[in-house]
């Protein structure tokens, strides 16, 4: 859980911590993220938050997604 800034959106707030733990090395390369439930479960946030979060960290180029497996983070 993280404690979340008024002013800014949950999606991005969410969003920047999966970076720094991609980033960090918490989740290596090819390695699988939270899902979107995990994400709602562990950020207390709404699926369709969670989704954006997904949505943008695949448009980043951070992670991508193998229908059926899940989400990944991408080779560096």
């Known amino acids: 859980m993280i404690d979340f ?3 800014v959106p949950r999606w991005l707030q969410v ?3 999966i ?9 290596a390369p090819r390695t699988r993220v939270p899902s979107v439930v995990q994400l709602q479960e562990e950020f207390g946030i ?6 954006k979060v997904h949505r943008q960290l695949r448009a ?9 497996m899940g989400s990944f983070v991408s080779p560096q």
Request: net charge negative; proline share 7%; glycine share 14%.
């Open 5 to 7: 800034v008024p002013d």
């Open 15 to 17: 969003h920047a911590e």
């Open 19 to 27: 970076l720094r733990r991609i980033k960090a090395g918490d989740y």
């Open 46 to 51: 709404a699926g369709a938050t969670a989704q």
């Open 60 to 68: 980043d180029g951070m992670i991508y997604t193998v229908p059926g």
